[in-house]
């Protein structure tokens, strides 16, 4: 049974102790003060659980954050450890979108280009072609089966020379964190050419006494098979997945035993140019075009754009990496921001502090101390008044609040409840004992406010073997106490201060 305070239970709880940390009032605080000063709750506070007793009860154990402030003033209204590095998971996000929007711009897309290193003549490309990406975080098994119809379009028939792939306009990294299983999906490679964010499309069903399985690039539209990534099906109990790179592809096996009678599951792709080329030579070929077998290339050849597939705007991007948490989407737009700055980084951990510096002098953070973009480091560590300050500052550009996703709250049976006079807008944060949460509610039409919540058993989490990372015993139900804890505090702070 899902352990919930109800919005009855807020409404007309007993009196209690508050369970605040006693800090200085300032009722008049600049309302872009760098590091928002403390005001005292008010009489309302008496009528609702203590702070204390709603984290006694969500029996989380570990560490507990959190800072609530009018979003327009910056005035901290309530705070538990609010200068407490924790993971923040991936509300880490809801910075990447801020740090993307002010370097790339809105209304920014980003570009995949065919060029052509020779002339075109009577249909025949007398040079080498060239699928080179332009750090598109999005591009789908859709969009190049549009780019091979364009280019039978643009007149090429026949290719002499070579089909070069190019993935340089990002650095390569080959996953996002290396503390995390091979096999989950949400940890790729990084590259300036990604195709379904990095992630290949596994299969199996049984067949006969065992099993036919499939690898491809599947979208609503097609699946073409892969042979950038393969499958063996081995008679063992585990581990389930073991991984090998070899130079051209990754190479799988699959312990039999957990197969069962069918499923699938997206794999991480190690080598993401190749898979990209693969791909697209596949639907050259339905469109009557034959390339060579696709070699990768490091270096841009000069020649002149004969396709060019572009992206959704910015915005729709991040809406949409905020609404799904995609890690991969988070990390390149990011590192391409970091470039748009005039910074080139050498890998992920270098954008990362980029972004953290920038976070500090345009955000007014003290000490965010992020190792990725997308929160599936758990090295990561931000402070709820620090995540508080960056929440009031962002609010006030106006874009950001819009893209974060309506959040749920829940009736006395769990359920989402519509009709909540709370309202809340924020982006989430999970990792196995890691929980987070921070974005803005209002209470009716009452006053909006900004909010960071952390919770973290960093002890238990340490403790997790690196190959059960992906569904380690207890988690589910220590991530579900964590939820119902942040909405406990949610419906108090809409019943002390919102209203």
């Known amino acids: 049974m899902r352990d919930n305070i109800s919005r009855r239970a807020f409404l007309t709880g007993s009196a209690a102790a508050l369970g605040l940390v006693a800090l200085p009032a300032c009722a008049n605080a600049p309302k872009q003060s760098l590091r928002p000063t403390v005001r005292p709750a ?49 509300v880490v996000k809801a910075l990447t979108a801020a740090y993307a929007l002010e370097h790339l711009g809105a209304a920014h897309r980003f570009q995949t280009h065919l060029v052509a290193t020779g002339p075109i003549q009577n249909g025949i490309l007398s040079g080498d072609l060239v699928l080179a990406g332009g750090g598109d975080p999005t591009l789908d098994t859709n969009g190049l089966a549009e780019m091979a119809a364009n280019l039978k379009a643009a007149g090429v028939r026949e290719l002499r020379g070579r089909f070069l792939v190019w993935g340089g306009a990002l650095p390569y990294a080959r996953e996002i964190d290396a503390e995390q299983p091979d096999h989950v999906g949400y940890n790729p490679a990084i590259s300036g050419l990604s195709l379904n964010f990095n992630r290949v499309h596994f299969e199996w069903k049984r067949s006969g006494q065992g099993y036919a399985v499939t690898m491809d690039a599947r979208s609503d539209r097609h ?67 034959r390339l060579p077998q696709e070699e990768e290339t490091r270096n841009l050849p000069a020649g002149n754009v004969i396709v060019r ?32 700055r005039g910074v080139r980084p050498g890998g992920l951990s270098a954008s990362a502090a980029e ?33 508080v300050s960056a929440l009031v500052r962002v609010r006030q550009q106006g874009v950001l609040p819009g893209l974060l996703r309506d959040f749920a709250m829940r ?11 709370v309202k809340v807008r924020a982006k989430t ?71």
């Open 223 to 289: 699946r073409p098979d892969v042979q950038v990534a393969s499958m063996a099906v081995v008679a063992r109990n585990l581990p389930v997945y073991t991984y090998r790179q070899s130079q051209r592809s990754d190479e799988w096996t699959v312990a039999q035993s957990a197969l069962g009678n069918g499923g699938s599951r997206w794999l991480p792709v190690r080598r993401p140019e190749i898979y990209a080329g693969e791909v697209f030579r596949t639907f050259a070929s339905a469109q009557g075009i």
């Open 429 to 499: 944060g999970t990792l196995n004992f890691v929980s987070g949460l921070a974005g803005y509610l209002t209470r009716d039409s009452g006053k909006p406010l900004a909010f960071a919540i952390f919770v973290a058993d960093t002890g238990r989490r340490a403790g997790i073997p690196r190959e059960e990372r992906e569904r380690p015993a207890g988690a589910q139900d220590w991530n579900r106490r964590a939820k119902t804890l942040q909405q406990d505090l949610i419906e108090r702070w809409g019943v002390i201060h919102s209203t």
């Open 309 to 340: 597939h572009q992206s959704e705007p910015l915005t729709v991007i991040l809406r949409d990496m905020l609404r799904y948490s995609n890690n991969a989407v988070a990390e390149m737009v990011v590192v391409a921001a970091t470039q748009a």
């Open 42 to 90: 008010g009489g309302r506070a008496a009528t609702v659980p203590a702070v204390e007793a709603l984290i006694a009860k969500a029996r989380v154990g570990g560490e507990v954050g959190f800072a609530v402030a009018d979003a327009t003033t910056g005035t901290l209204l309530e705070v538990r450890e609010p200068q407490r590095g924790l993971p923040p998971a991936s």
């Open 411 to 421: 009736d006395q049976n769990g359920r989402p409840a519509s009709n909540h006079p």
């Open 355 to 387: 972004m953290n510096r920038w976070a500090g002098a345009t955000l007014g953070m003290s000490s965010p101390a992020l190792v990725d973009h997308s929160g599936l480091g758990d090295r990561s560590r931000l402070e709820a008044a620090d995540m």
